[in-house]
């Protein structure tokens, strides 16, 4: 057992939450609804800074153009991802899977570092999820109000609130659902027809789809995803250890908790400690726990209730930081170590992968060449022998330009035999384009050996000879 692994605790959640009163008792009841109260600070301006970006970056890219193509396009029906001057075919899977072990090994370092901050900052499940409560609190009011307004009987104020707040959540929904198909086919075109209804009936139906995954997700599962879909909430534990930073409190200074007047100083001598048990930390937390009941899975890291303590310790003239980013070593006033063989390791695996995918990057050639045995053109047989009594066989040279550029392209073929070559000698492709191109070999039999003749079959480009790809095939020539 390593025993600098920290416990997670699952406590059960005793919130202080509204919740509509029930005229009778029910089996099945339904949640808690969880009214997240706003609250400014330094994590939260941070938090909203970096989800801004985020947004933009992803409302934005799509509509890049490089040259005259738009420049991230991951166009599933023709097989192939644009970004920019790199295009990803099928056979380039190695790239594709080399960034999602980088992705998943980026995650592992920062979170052992500093836990789940990818949740609380960057998350799209957060960054819509804070979207949609701003909708919420700017229509429906605070905290407060937004309870109230729940308690109270409909009325058509109430009514015109929840239905502007809903038309809100979807028409951003919408437009974000687009924006993201517009990643998978030319953005311009699908905003045009998809307003015009012209858009293709699985273009519709991708658009709907996410707009109704996310009006549902970040309008009503919000914490639910947190808490009870999202795999890494389970396995999170499996990477932290005491030297992790994640937000805590910071007991020893807490307690006991209690209420009391700001002129109170001596609180101490009360045994009270610091926390005045407001519950502010309670009422910002949008997954809806108590902090100081130790750390827990649903918590994401996103310091919303750093800033409401911090911001009534100021009030009350008490030092902040009883909530904090802090590491368990330091709340029990041992050394945080930073270096530490599991971060070395989340680290030099990073950098070992990161240096795979460039290499790969960087070996990767703009051809491929697939060769075939073309046996339908000769009735099934491997060969057939010609009225003049040469024995010829047939091939299907499969190529792919991967580059954006137009290339000319030289073909050959090697053998030790003296082979005479049937068909183009030079292709021209677009850029991006695939195209099979039959061509057939003939040899004298009474000039060679008969069986089998390992031959290669070789592409390069007219303009830069070195790039040259080459596979190996085989010539029958006969019993
Ligand atoms: S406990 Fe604090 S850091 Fe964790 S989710 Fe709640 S508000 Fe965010
Ligand atoms: S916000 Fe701070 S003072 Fe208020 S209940 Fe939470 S920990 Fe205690």
């Given at each position: 057992m390593?025993?600098?692994?920290?416990?997670?605790?699952?406590?059960?959640?005793?919130?202080?939450?509204?919740?509509?009163?029930?005229?009778?008792?029910?089996?099945?009841?339904?949640?808690?609804?969880?009214?997240?109260?706003?609250?400014?600070?330094?994590?939260?301006s941070?938090?909203?800074?970096?989800?801004?970006?985020?947004?933009?970056?992803f409302?934005?890219?799509p509509?890049i153009?490089?040259?005259?193509?738009?420049?991230?396009?991951?166009?599933?029906?023709?097989?192939?991802?644009?970004?920019?001057?790199?295009?990803?075919?099928?056979?380039?899977?190695?790239?594709?899977a080399?960034?999602f072990?980088?992705?998943?090994?980026?995650?592992?370092?920062?979170?052992?570092?500093?836990?789940?901050?990818?949740?609380?900052?960057?998350?799209?499940?957060?960054?819509?999820?804070?979207?949609?409560?701003?909708?919420?609190?700017?229509?429906?009011?605070?905290?407060?109000?937004?309870?109230?307004?729940?308690?109270?009987?409909?009325?058509?104020s109430?009514?015109?609130?929840?239905?502007?707040?809903?038309?809100?959540?979807?028409?951003f929904?919408?437009?974000?659902?687009?924006?993201?198909?517009?990643?998978?086919?030319?953005?311009?075109?699908?905003?045009?027809?998809?307003?015009?209804?012209?858009?293709?009936?699985?273009?519709?139906?991708?658009?709907?789809?996410?707009?109704?995954?996310?009006?549902?997700?970040?309008?009503?599962?919000?914490?639910?995803?947190?808490?009870?879909?999202?795999?890494?909430?389970?396995?999170?534990?499996?990477?932290?250890?005491?030297?992790?930073?994640?937000?805590?409190?910071?007991?020893?200074?807490?307690?006991?908790?209690?209420?009391?007047?700001?002129?109170?100083?001596?609180?101490?001598a009360?045994?009270?400690?610091?926390?005045?048990?407001?519950?502010?930390?309670?009422?910002?937390?949008?997954?809806?726990?108590?902090?100081?009941?130790?750390?827990?899975?649903?918590?994401?890291?996103?310091?919303?209730?750093?800033?409401?303590?911090d911001?009534?310790m100021?009030?009350?003239?008490?030092?902040?930081?009883?909530?904090?980013y802090?590491?368990?070593?330091?709340?029990?006033?041992?050394?945080?170590?930073?270096?530490r063989?599991?971060?070395?390791?989340?680290?030099?695996?990073?950098?070992?992968?990161?240096?795979?995918?460039?290499?790969?990057?960087?070996?990767?050639?703009p051809?491929?060449?697939?060769?075939?045995?073309?046996?339908?053109?000769?009735?099934?047989?491997?060969?057939?022998?010609?009225?003049?009594?040469?024995?010829?066989?047939?091939?299907?040279?499969?190529?792919?330009?991967?580059?954006?550029?137009?290339?000319?392209?030289l073909?050959?073929?090697?053998?030790?035999?003296?082979?005479?070559?049937?068909g183009?000698?030079?292709?021209?492709?677009?850029?991006?384009?695939?195209?099979?191109?039959?061509?057939?070999l003939?040899?004298?039999?009474?000039?060679?050996?008969?069986?089998?003749?390992?031959?290669?079959?070789?592409?390069t480009?007219?303009?830069?000879?070195?790039?040259?790809?080459?596979?190996?095939?085989?010539?029958?020539?006969?019993?």
């Amino acid at each position: 057992m390593d025993n600098n692994r920290i416990d997670i605790k699952n406590i059960p959640v005793s919130v202080e939450t509204y919740k509509p009163e029930q005229s009778s008792q029910t089996k099945y009841a339904s949640r808690d609804r969880i009214y997240v109260r706003s609250v400014k600070g330094l994590h939260q301006s941070l938090r909203r800074n970096m989800g801004f970006v985020f947004m933009a970056l992803f409302m934005l890219l799509p509509w890049i153009q490089y040259n005259g193509t738009q420049a991230i396009l991951l166009n599933i029906g023709e097989q192939k991802f644009n970004i920019f001057a790199l295009t990803l075919w099928p056979q380039d899977f190695t790239i594709l899977a080399w960034i999602f072990v980088i992705a998943a090994y980026a995650l592992f370092f920062v979170t052992a570092f500093y836990g789940r901050v990818w949740c609380g900052y960057l998350c799209p499940q957060s960054v819509w999820t804070f979207i949609f409560m701003w909708f919420e609190e700017k229509i429906q009011g605070s905290r407060n109000q937004r309870m109230t307004l729940d308690k109270a009987p409909w009325s058509l104020s109430k009514f015109a609130k929840k239905a502007l707040t809903h038309f809100c959540w979807l028409a951003f929904a919408l437009l974000t659902s687009l924006i993201f198909v517009g990643y998978f086919t030319p953005v311009g075109p699908l905003f045009i027809n998809f307003f015009t209804f012209e858009a293709g009936f699985w273009a519709v139906l991708s658009v709907l789809f996410f707009t109704l995954c996310t009006y549902g997700n970040a309008g009503w599962m919000r914490e639910i995803m947190c808490t009870h879909i999202c795999p890494y909430a389970r396995f999170q534990s499996a990477m932290f250890d005491k030297d992790t930073f994640t937000v805590a409190y910071d007991e020893q200074r807490g307690e006991n908790r209690g209420p009391r007047s700001r002129k109170d100083t001596d609180y101490k001598a009360q045994g009270l400690g610091d926390c005045i048990d407001c519950n502010l930390c309670v009422h910002v937390c949008p997954t809806g726990i108590d902090i100081r009941n130790g750390l827990q899975y649903e918590c994401i890291n996103c310091g919303a209730c750093i800033d409401a303590c911090d911001d009534t310790m100021t009030k009350m003239g008490y030092p902040t930081g009883l909530i904090s980013y802090t590491t368990e070593h330091n709340l029990k006033g041992q050394k945080t170590r930073i270096f530490r063989g599991k971060l070395i390791g989340y680290f030099l695996v990073l950098v070992l992968v990161c240096a795979a995918f460039v290499i790969n990057l960087a070996l990767r050639k703009p051809l491929e060449l697939d060769v075939m045995l073309d046996r339908g053109s000769v009735g099934g047989s491997l060969y057939r022998e010609t009225a003049s009594g040469l024995i010829e066989n047939t091939y299907r040279l499969a190529m792919i330009n991967k580059s954006q550029q137009p290339i000319t392209l030289l073909l050959s073929v090697d053998s030790a035999e003296p082979l005479q070559w049937i068909g183009p000698t030079e292709v021209s492709l677009a850029g991006g384009e695939s195209r099979d191109v039959p061509v057939s070999l003939a040899l004298d039999p009474n000039e060679a050996n008969r069986g089998r003749i390992i031959i290669r079959f070789s592409i390069t480009d007219q303009a830069n000879p070195a790039l040259t790809v080459s596979q190996e095939s085989t010539f029958f020539a006969g019993r």
